[in-house]
């Protein structure tokens, strides 16, 4: 450290020893000399060997080679004090050595050393083993080894050694040892404190800066700053700062200083003798780029306390944090950044950084430091947050672009943050249009095909918030963004799980987006998810009744069962209840089977097609033959357009008959008696109930079929009809008419439709209504006929 000046000389070759110290001329004879019985030569052998390893590493690694450490380790015991004494001077200047370290830590002889550390023993002989320690002890099992042996005791208490090199040294190894928090509490029990701030007032800023290292390290525990702060500690870190001789030690000082302001006693005492008001302008005028990165640290670990953080706000903690974000040091634009992050609680901190720190912030995003831009969209997400104003000013300072880009950074915080700023941002219709115009469902398929679950949910989260938008979940499907989504239906995180579901619940809006979800697996998944009584929930039950009301389709053959409120539209098809395990066929795909005697698919499709309607007359349109399978495209650019069904005339009349005839009745009664007559009279009228097994309609669907050339039929062309056949009419119509009512599937070809309504006959002459009933309408026996559900007549009608 200086304070032992020694004349320059011409340094002898490496392996040439001084004759006058003793008559050897090679560094082997010397190492043999350590064997030696006499205490003279031992000591003279030492100390020519520290002479010769202090020339340089090369020397070193010599005498390793030569066994010298091996001698040397038993001769650090020996009981003559010269001897004993030199022998550890010489290890202790070969232990910077990383192979000397090595072998020292096989030898085991740090007991040995810990054992020169007594009070009696020589001062040098407490330098060289400190220093032998100090090098071992960076190595975590040698620390470790250091700590059980009992070596930390004897080092604290070499703090207050006179002698400034065994300060150093000691520091020095107490500052490794505490890193691990076994060896934290110790020294806390030891009581380091008041020794390591007495050698902040050490002459040697080496010692100063040591000491304030190792305090950074032990004050991270809350007992040990309630320690600090009763022995005078913040005080001396606030003389340290205002020093300017001590520069050097500001930004040491400063991180001592943020591990106490996580206690909000600490911070008052500061803010009460005006050290807080001190600090934030010492750091406004700072240049020094570790003291601004420090500051900005402590403000941050002050503000993970909501206490703390009223304090910072009041001393105006933000405007100091916002400037810094102008600096051109990367590690100090990330504290600053992290420390706004944590100011954002306050809500008052987030409307001040917001007003003046967003732009600065929208630039760091497109920082090339993956550091810098991870903590920038980090303050962002925390300040837009349920703040309005903040995200219209994210928008306004142009941060939509950056932050879309920043969906494909590198490091997953930054990924996870961008997509969580979005997200917010799109609670405002406005800024949602303008996010969707940047291709914003095709930089989150990328997002959503992370292994880290913070960029999962993050990104899955963003979906739901933009896909409520039919255009966004096109993008999303032709992005290939939805199999990633359903794969984070399988995510063993909870969060991940919901929100996935919750994407999925907003992207099944649209019949083809469920379609596609389903095809995906999607529908499995949830329903294996909600017969897990530890994985189900709100979300994955929501996301299933969505994903089936916008594929009525799958619910039919699936659950049996469409409510009044899943409205049948064109395109939809009854294929019959679909076994568990068997993959759930589209409509096309069923249309290019070849003919077989499996029961036949009904679909819906009253949607008129322009050329096909035109100048055909009423009767053509009815004895028209459909053509169901698919012809092939002959024009190159039809290749690859999507695939309808032929459309239904048959039933576009029934609509337009039932609207001009049934849609004006007065009552819904009679509208619901009405259709049932409508419909059973178009489907082969009433049938005797003793005479159902006679009425040959399969028979007649399956010439039908024949005709077509396809098990694919339109529920027109089925002019003979049983139970499933004429529910499902009766359904088709009821929703074009606004009737409500269900569609059930019975076992042994059953079916039946569902309707409430109210018996409009006065009860007890008081004028009075009773509350809606449900009742089963009656298609096949007595037509019209409404029975109560729960009756003989229903139950008879359903089962028999």
Same mark, same amino acid.
């Given at each position: 450290m200086g304070k032992k000046g020694k004349k320059e000389v011409e340094p002898p070759p490496k392996d040439v020893f001084d004759p006058l110290l003793i008559e050897s001329k090679t560094a082997a004879t010397v190492v043999l000399m350590l064997s030696s019985p006499e205490e003279e030569i031992l000591a003279k052998a030492c100390d020519a060997l520290y002479k010769f390893a202090s020339k340089g590493d090369e020397n070193k690694v010599t005498l390793l080679g030569l066994g010298a450490v091996e001698r040397l380790y038993k001769l650090i015991s020996h009981e003559d004090l010269t001897v004993r004494r030199n022998a550890v001077v010489v290890l202790g200047i070969m232990s910077s050595n990383h192979d000397v370290k090595k072998l020292l830590k096989e030898l085991d002889v740090t007991s040995s050393l810990i054992s020169l550390l007594a009070p009696e023993e020589d001062i040098v002989i407490h330098e060289f083993a400190t220093l032998c320690l100090a090098h071992m002890a960076v190595e975590y099992t040698t620390k470790e080894r250091i700590f059980e042996q009992g070596g930390l005791e004897p080092l604290i208490r070499l703090l207050d050694s006179p002698d400034p090199d065994v300060k150093k040294n000691s520091v020095e190894c107490i500052y490794f040892l505490v890193q691990d928090f076994q060896s934290r509490a110790a020294a806390r029990a030891l009581n380091i404190i008041p020794p390591l701030l007495q050698l902040l007032e050490s002459e040697y800023p080496v010692i100063q800066l040591l000491a304030l290292k190792t305090l950074e390290v032990i004050s991270k525990d809350s007992e040990t700053r309630a320690i600090l702060g009763e022995n005078q500690g913040l005080d001396c870190l606030l003389k340290i700062l205002e020093t300017n001789e001590f520069s050097d030690l500001h930004g040491e000082a400063l991180a001592v200083l943020g591990n106490c302001l996580e206690d909000v006693h600490a911070l008052q005492m500061i803010q009460q003798i005006g050290g807080l008001k001190k600090l934030l302008s010492f750091v406004g005028v700072s240049t020094v780029p570790d003291v601004q990165k420090n500051a900005a640290k402590a403000i941050? !670990?002050?503000?993970?306390?909501?206490?703390?953080? !009223?304090?910072?706000?009041?001393?105006?903690?933000?405007?100091?944090?916002? !400037?810094?974000?102008? =600096?051109?040091?990367?590690?100090?634009?990330?504290?600053?950044?992290?420390?706004?992050?944590?100011?954002?609680?306050?809500?008052?901190?987030?409307?001040?950084?917001?007003?003046?720190?967003?732009?600065?912030?929208?630039?760091?995003?497109?920082?090339?430091?993956?550091?810098?831009?991870?903590?920038?969209?980090?303050? +962002?997400?925390?300040l837009t947050a349920a703040s309005p104003s903040n995200a219209r000013a994210v928008a306004e300072a142009e941060g939509i672009v950056p932050l879309v880009n920043a969906l494909n950074a590198q490091r997953d915080g930054a990924v996870a943050c961008a997509a969580a700023v979005l997200t917010n941002l799109a609670v405002q219709e406005p800024l949602r249009l303008n996010i969707q115009g940047h291709a914003i469902m095709s930089a989150l398929a990328e997002p959503l095909c992370s292994t880290n679950s913070q960029v999962q949910s993050k990104a899955a989260l963003a979906v739901a918030a933009f896909a409520c938008d039919a255009d966004a979940r096109a993008e999303l499907r032709t992005a290939g963004g939805l199999k990633a989504l359903v794969e984070l239906l399988h995510s063993r995180s909870e969060e991940v799980r919901?929100?996935?579901?919750?994407?999925?619940?907003?992207?099944?809006?649209?019949?083809?987006?469920?379609?596609? +979800?389903?095809?995906?697996?999607?529908?499995?998944?949830?329903?294996?998810?909600?017969?897990? =009584?530890?994985? !189900?929930?709100n979300f994955s039950e929501a996301a299933l009744e969505k994903l089936l009301d916008n594929n009525l389709s799958r619910k039919y053959s699936q659950m049996g069962f469409l409510s009044s409120s899943n409205t049948i539209a064109d395109g939809f098809y009854d294929c019959g209840k679909i076994k568990p395990g068997v993959k759930f066929l589209s409509l096309e795909e069923l249309s290019m089977q070849e003919l077989s005697d499996r029961r036949a698919t009904i679909f819906i499709n009253a949607k008129a097609q322009d050329e096909k309607e035109k100048g055909k007359k009423e009767e053509e349109k009815s004895k028209e033959v459909i053509q169901i399978a698919p012809k092939v495209q002959e024009e190159t650019d039809l290749e690859n357009s999507c695939w309808l069904p032929p459309p239904d005339f048959i039933l576009l009349d029934y609509i337009k008959d039932v609207s001009k005839t049934i849609l004006p009745l007065p009552t819904t009664w009679k509208q619901v008696v009405a259709l049932a007559q409508f419909v059973a009279d178009k489907m082969g009228g009433p049938i005797e109930r003793d005479k159902l097994d006679d009425f040959s309609w399969e028979l007649h669907i399956s010439e039908i079929e024949f005709e077509l050339k396809c098990n694919v039929v339109p529920i027109g062309r089925v002019q003979k009809g049983t139970f499933y056949h004429r529910a499902l009419l009766f359904k088709v119509l009821a929703d074009r008419i606004g009737i409500g009512c269900s +569609?059930?599937?019975?076992?042994?070809?059953?079916?039946?439709?569902?309707?409430? +309504?109210?018996?409009?006959?006065?009860q007890g002459g008081a004028g009075l209504l009773l509350p809606p009933q449900e009742y089963l309408v009656d298609l096949m026996f007595e037509p019209g006929s409404l029975m109560k559900q729960g009756s003989v007549q229903a139950d008879l009608y359903k089962y028999i």
């Amino acid at each position: 450290m200086g304070k032992k000046g020694k004349k320059e000389v011409e340094p002898p070759p490496k392996d040439v020893f001084d004759p006058l110290l003793i008559e050897s001329k090679t560094a082997a004879t010397v190492v043999l000399m350590l064997s030696s019985p006499e205490e003279e030569i031992l000591a003279k052998a030492c100390d020519a060997l520290y002479k010769f390893a202090s020339k340089g590493d090369e020397n070193k690694v010599t005498l390793l080679g030569l066994g010298a450490v091996e001698r040397l380790y038993k001769l650090i015991s020996h009981e003559d004090l010269t001897v004993r004494r030199n022998a550890v001077v010489v290890l202790g200047i070969m232990s910077s050595n990383h192979d000397v370290k090595k072998l020292l830590k096989e030898l085991d002889v740090t007991s040995s050393l810990i054992s020169l550390l007594a009070p009696e023993e020589d001062i040098v002989i407490h330098e060289f083993a400190t220093l032998c320690l100090a090098h071992m002890a960076v190595e975590y099992t040698t620390k470790e080894r250091i700590f059980e042996q009992g070596g930390l005791e004897p080092l604290i208490r070499l703090l207050d050694s006179p002698d400034p090199d065994v300060k150093k040294n000691s520091v020095e190894c107490i500052y490794f040892l505490v890193q691990d928090f076994q060896s934290r509490a110790a020294a806390r029990a030891l009581n380091i404190i008041p020794p390591l701030l007495q050698l902040l007032e050490s002459e040697y800023p080496v010692i100063q800066l040591l000491a304030l290292k190792t305090l950074e390290v032990i004050s991270k525990d809350s007992e040990t700053r309630a320690i600090l702060g009763e022995n005078q500690g913040l005080d001396c870190l606030l003389k340290i700062l205002e020093t300017n001789e001590f520069s050097d030690l500001h930004g040491e000082a400063l991180a001592v200083l943020g591990n106490c302001l996580e206690d909000v006693h600490a911070l008052q005492m500061i803010q009460q003798i005006g050290g807080l008001k001190k600090l934030l302008s010492f750091v406004g005028v700072s240049t020094v780029p570790d003291v601004q990165k420090n500051a900005a640290k402590a403000i941050a !670990k002050a503000a993970y306390d909501s206490e703390n953080r !009223k304090i910072l706000h009041e001393e105006k903690a933000e405007e100091c944090l916002i !400037k810094l974000l102008e =600096t051109d040091n990367d590690g100090v634009k990330v504290a600053a950044s992290q420390a706004i992050s944590a100011m954002c609680e306050n809500s008052a901190s987030k409307r001040a950084c917001g007003l003046q720190g967003i732009p600065q912030l929208v630039q760091l995003v497109s920082s090339e430091n993956g550091e810098v831009k991870e903590a920038a969209v980090t303050a +962002l997400a925390n300040l837009t947050a349920a703040s309005p104003s903040n995200a219209r000013a994210v928008a306004e300072a142009e941060g939509i672009v950056p932050l879309v880009n920043a969906l494909n950074a590198q490091r997953d915080g930054a990924v996870a943050c961008a997509a969580a700023v979005l997200t917010n941002l799109a609670v405002q219709e406005p800024l949602r249009l303008n996010i969707q115009g940047h291709a914003i469902m095709s930089a989150l398929a990328e997002p959503l095909c992370s292994t880290n679950s913070q960029v999962q949910s993050k990104a899955a989260l963003a979906v739901a918030a933009f896909a409520c938008d039919a255009d966004a979940r096109a993008e999303l499907r032709t992005a290939g963004g939805l199999k990633a989504l359903v794969e984070l239906l399988h995510s063993r995180s909870e969060e991940v799980r919901r929100n996935a579901c919750w994407a999925v619940m907003v992207c099944a809006s649209d019949e083809p987006t469920a379609v596609e +979800l389903c095809n995906l697996g999607a529908l499995d998944v949830l329903e294996e998810i909600n017969q897990s =009584t530890g994985r !189900k929930s709100n979300f994955s039950e929501a996301a299933l009744e969505k994903l089936l009301d916008n594929n009525l389709s799958r619910k039919y053959s699936q659950m049996g069962f469409l409510s009044s409120s899943n409205t049948i539209a064109d395109g939809f098809y009854d294929c019959g209840k679909i076994k568990p395990g068997v993959k759930f066929l589209s409509l096309e795909e069923l249309s290019m089977q070849e003919l077989s005697d499996r029961r036949a698919t009904i679909f819906i499709n009253a949607k008129a097609q322009d050329e096909k309607e035109k100048g055909k007359k009423e009767e053509e349109k009815s004895k028209e033959v459909i053509q169901i399978a698919p012809k092939v495209q002959e024009e190159t650019d039809l290749e690859n357009s999507c695939w309808l069904p032929p459309p239904d005339f048959i039933l576009l009349d029934y609509i337009k008959d039932v609207s001009k005839t049934i849609l004006p009745l007065p009552t819904t009664w009679k509208q619901v008696v009405a259709l049932a007559q409508f419909v059973a009279d178009k489907m082969g009228g009433p049938i005797e109930r003793d005479k159902l097994d006679d009425f040959s309609w399969e028979l007649h669907i399956s010439e039908i079929e024949f005709e077509l050339k396809c098990n694919v039929v339109p529920i027109g062309r089925v002019q003979k009809g049983t139970f499933y056949h004429r529910a499902l009419l009766f359904k088709v119509l009821a929703d074009r008419i606004g009737i409500g009512c269900s +569609l059930v599937r019975g076992e042994y070809g059953r079916a039946w439709n569902e309707v409430k +309504l109210v018996d409009e006959s006065p009860q007890g002459g008081a004028g009075l209504l009773l509350p809606p009933q449900e009742y089963l309408v009656d298609l096949m026996f007595e037509p019209g006929s409404l029975m109560k559900q729960g009756s003989v007549q229903a139950d008879l009608y359903k089962y028999i």
